[in-house]
DNA sequence: AGGGTCACTTCAGTTTCTGAATTGACTAAC
DNA sequence: GTTAGTCAATTCAGAAACTGAAGTGACCCT
């Protein structure tokens, strides 16, 4: 299966994989939140090639994930900005940085992240929505619903 | 510069994404967390190509984010398990999940999560550690480290 | 007039990925 | 005791994606 059907799966995770799910667009995201804003801050930031973020960047535009203003007429010039689709996304690059932190860091982690509200250096973690507790993979157990798992099984069989 | 060179920047949002930021890998960490652990599986459930599969497990495996394990001699037959390494890299997945139920779904979402200890089908949420409070992209002040910040500063500076 | 900025586009060469076939060490069925 | 099947791969040619460098067009600044 090419890249692109992953597009095309009732899995929502696949859906999103094929949106966001590559190298470079988390690279655009994580500039985005430390507030890039122009073509050139993600080519420096990020070291992607013209070509490829010039590529993206209309993806995610098309999507709906940032948005493209113009924050000069004449010469014409355009910066991008997150929906808030896109800024939803910020939970995806946080949890991606604490793994990076704890597991490839090599000293104290790059950057912090502080709390407007409380005022404090945080390291947000994953809570259920219902008790309020913190989660973590043994906690959690997948519950496949009915169409979905048919499908599923539908898989393990044929070929 | 070329996907491999970010695993040895400063960033580790950037050594995470070259470590398990690619569509396939992403695959096979949905696929690990609801219950695949033989390369079998793995190939009918997420689609990927058996020579890419190899490849990425060989990767992930090297890095320490799953291990294989001989799960029969004659034949010798293995199997892939998550390390705590990559144990952690749940909510990173979940995180995705709930984006995507949420923006790109058509319909209930097809896998729910159970929180074990509660008993409670949940969303879980990213929180604050200090407050408890849920947090979202503009709750959040990145704050950048001495070092790193003037690294990004001299990017900015030469071409 | 000459140089610089910014957001791209173009393109040749390289790398990576896909799909299909094949391998090797077995087991299970006829 | 051949034949078929299972499983975890590997091999390979053709296709797709990416890189690095150069170029473009609409300006502005001196």
């Excluded at 929502?12 to 966001?20: D, F, H, K, P």
């Excluded at 709906?64 to 929906?83: D, H, L, N």
């Excluded at 982690?109 to 309020?132: D, F, L, N, R, Y």
Aim: glycine share 6%; net charge neutral.
């Amino acid at each position: 299966m090419a890249r692109a059907d992953l597009a095309r799966q009732t899995c929502t995770i696949a859906r999103a994989v094929s949106l966001v799910g590559d190298e470079w667009t988390f690279m655009i995201l994580r500039e985005m939140f430390l507030g890039g804003r122009r073509f050139d801050d993600f080519q420096r930031q990020t070291g992607a090639s013209a070509a490829l973020l010039s590529q993206r960047l209309k993806k995610l535009e098309a999507e709906g994930v940032i948005r493209k203003e113009a924050y000069s007429e004449r010469p014409v010039r355009f910066e991008y900005r997150m929906t808030a689709m896109g800024r939803e996304l910020w939970p995806a690059v946080i949890t991606l940085k604490q793994w990076g932190d704890k597991w490839l860091g090599d000293g104290p982690a790059p950057v912090e992240i502080v709390h407007k509200s409380c005022g404090h250096v945080t390291e947000p973690q994953m809570t259920c929505s219902e008790c309020g507790e913190p989660m973590a993979a043994h906690d959690a157990e997948p519950r496949l619903s009915e169409p979905f798992d048919t499908e599923r099984q539908a898989m393990r069989k044929n070929s």
